[in-house]
């Protein structure tokens, strides 16, 4: 079965520090994936997608990159770190037909 | 556009009552509407989805309604339980660029009292 991970699931870092948040999923290969990020009482906004190792796109400017080294690996990264960086990051792979699938989160709190 | 406006932001229900979330959109490119349900602190899991063909979708006390000319869906829950307060997001997605887009609405924060 297709599972996905996300870890560190929370993580309080100082204004101007990096970050390195990851995902990694099983049981699918070369699937496209996603990383959102969810304000408190919000929706989801797509922050990037990828459709292949080394293949990421953007879907507005920020303060954060993606990476994606490995057919299964998505990560989620900042070289310093603003307060309006705090959120809810969630990754997601898209399953069969258009459904995406979301992993457990990681709630990073900017201080 | 884009969007894809939900109401109401939140819904309270008594335990046995039908819970109903609604949504609307403009874009005629969407092809596929799904429902996730979120706990707090989760990441969203998907509830039930349905495509622009069909007018109806069920699983178990789970409905979807979707009228095609109007571009409004709606997810119903019958016989409403404590277990199912969540918020739920309703989101409608179409392919582009070998992708699958998906636009979420503001998400109903629902609260089932026993």
């Known amino acids: 079965s297709q599972t996905i991970h996300q870890w560190p699931a929370t993580l309080v870092q100082p204004v101007g520090s990096p970050l390195s948040l990851e995902c990694t999923v099983e049981?699918?290969?070369?699937?496209?994936l996603y990383w959102y990020r969810q304000a408190a009482g919000r929706g989801l906004q797509l922050l990037f997608y990828s459709v292949g190792i080394g293949q990421i796109s953007s879907e507005v400017p920020q303060n954060l990159s993606a990476s994606r080294p490995q057919d299964r690996q998505f990560i989620l990264s900042s070289k310093k770190l603003l307060l309006s960086d705090s959120g809810f990051y969630l990754c997601a792979f898209q399953g069969a037909g258009d459904t995406q699938y979301f992993g457990p989160g990681t709630r990073l709190t900017v201080l | 556009q884009q969007q894809v406006k939900q109401s109401p932001q939140s819904l309270i229900v008594q335990k046995g009552g039908i819970s109903i979330i609604n949504c609307a959109y403009e874009n005629t490119a969407f092809d596929y509407f799904p429902w996730y349900q979120q706990f707090p602190g989760k990441g969203p899991a998907l509830l039930i989805a349905?495509?622009?063909?069909?007018s109806e979708k069920k699983e178990g006390r789970f409905t979807i309604s979707f009228n095609k000319s109007a571009k409004q869906f709606s997810l119903h829950i019958m016989d409403s339980q404590p277990g199912d307060s969540a918020t739920y997001f309703c989101a409608a997605s179409y392919y582009s660029g070998g992708y699958n887009k998906l636009i979420f609405g503001a998400g109903t924060r629902l609260a089932v009292h026993p």
């Open positions: 349905i495509r622009p063909d069909v």
């Open positions: 049981g699918t290969s070369n699937p496209n």
